[in-house]
């Protein structure tokens, strides 16, 4: 899913990058490019970053995105948890595979928690992120203690008409420019950046991301985040998803769109809150 992808392409994104830029003296940690390490997964290898010890949360990045999705969580979060952040296959610093959807991605993931020997973490799922960190508690229910399912949708069609018009108009030339000079900076696999774009769009069109039926049998701890001003994901379908699952938490961000990770000061007081009790 794009959300993110199209609130960059917003005129708030003046604002996003006030709120990200660094105060005076402050030590800059270029997250996502940080001597990270390479785990060999299946027929790709997936890049991550490891900050903090404790109890592993792993965070899984919005479409089109890295790492660096999560730049104002890590500092945070590392003081109490330990953080493993992964550019996803065919993003970031991750070498590309051929085709991309959300259950492919899960299944990448779930082999590598597997591979890290992670028998029991949370998730931060932000966007695509949240997706297929519900995917991913669905394959491995005994894994997973909670999941933190920040601006996720269940399928294309519970987009606003706007956010569906995006999704199905998308292309390599409608995105900021950023957004490729960053990927070819970054990626072992520069020249498959227009690849990327349409895979993600094939990806984003698929009728259904997430089985509503499996949603009642989802025992994980589940926090829902959502901006009280995503222009993207209705209201009513994220409190739907609530009511849907057995165990979950439901946290309406005041003033905020969908890239609810950029409200730091709101969100990641959240976040500890909800990882870290029973």
Known sequence: MTMNVIKYMSKTVLIILLINAPLHGQTIIDYGSNQGEYLEVDN??????????????????????????????????????????????????????????????????VQFTHKLGLDKLDIIGYSDGAIIGLLVTNKMPHNINKLVFGAGALNPGASTPEGLKMLQSIAPEMLPKVFENTYKKNSPNPDHWETLVYNSKEMWLQDIWIPK??????????????????????????????????????????????????SPEITNPILKKFLSKN
């Not at 970053?49 to 919005?62: C, T």
């Not at 949603?215 to 701890?221: G, Y």
């Open 44 to 109: 790709t290898k997936i890049y991550y970053e490891i900050y903090g010890e404790g109890h592993p949360v792993l965070l899984l990045h919005g479409g089109l995105g890295s790492i660096s999705n999560f730049k104002n969580q890590i500092s945070d979060l590392s003081k109490d948890f330990k953080v493993i952040a992964i550019d996803s296959p065919s993003h970031g610093r991750s070498l590309s595979i051929d085709s991309l959807s959300y259950n492919i991605l899960a299944e990448y993931i």
């Open 213 to 262: 039926e499996i949603l009642p049998h989802l025992n994980s701890k589940v926090l829902i985040l959502i901006g009280d001003r995503d222009p993207f994901i209705p209201m009513n379908h994220s409190i739907n998803i609530f009511k849907a699952l057995p165990n979950a938490e439901l946290s309406i961000l005041p003033n905020t769109y969908h890239d609810v990770f950029n």
